[in-house]
C-alpha cells in the first residue's frame, strides 16, 4: 500500500494550508489514517487521526486550528490547517493502517511534505 502526499509549502502565519494523502494499491479496508509530524531535532508527533467511522484525535497544540477528514471511497485523508504557527513548521507524514487485499495487516507512511511557517 503506497501513501502520496500533496498540498505542502510556505505560508505566513495566521494562513491556511490544506494537505491531502491518497492510499493506493492492493487494499481491503483502511482503519485509521492520520498525519504526523517530525520538526528539525524533535521526534515524530501525531497531528490528528481518524478512524474509518469518523472518530477524530488531535493532538492538544492543534485542536481548534486543524481539521483532519476522509473520502472513504477515495481512500484519501485530509487535513485543513488554519491560523498556522511558525512553531507549526515540519515534515508531514501519512500514515493508514488496515487490511490488503491478501487480508495481511499494513501500516503505511507516505513519503512527506514540508510545511513552512513564516512569522
Known amino acids: 500500500v503506497q501513501l502520496v502526499e500533496s498540498g505542502g509549502g510556505l505560508v505566513q502565519a495566521g494562513g491556511s494550508l490544506r494537505l491531502s494523502c491518497a492510499a493506493s494499491?492492493?487494499?481491503?479496508?483502511?482503519?485509521?489514517m492520520g498525519w504526523y509530524r517530525q520538526a528539525p531535532g524533535k521526534q515524530r508527533e501525531l497531528v490528528a487521526r481518524?478512524?474509518?467511522?469518523?472518530?477524530?484525535n488531535y493532538a492538544d497544540s492543534v485542536k481548534d486550528r486543524f481539521t483532519i477528514s476522509r473520502d472513504n471511497a477515495k481512500n484519501t485523508v485530509y487535513l485543513q490547517m488554519n491560523s498556522l504557527k511558525p512553531e507549526d513548521t515540519a515534515v508531514y507524514y501519512c500514515?493508514?493502517?488496515?487490511?490488503?487485499?491478501?487480508?495481511?495487516?499494513?501500516?503505511?507512511w507516505g513519503q512527506g511534505t514540508q510545511v513552512t511557517v513564516s512569522s
Open positions: 500514515n493508514a493502517g488496515g487490511l490488503a487485499a491478501t487480508m495481511r495487516a499494513f501500516s503505511s
Open positions: 494499491g492492493s487494499i481491503f479496508s483502511i482503519n485509521t
Open positions: 481518524i478512524s474509518s467511522g469518523g472518530n477524530t
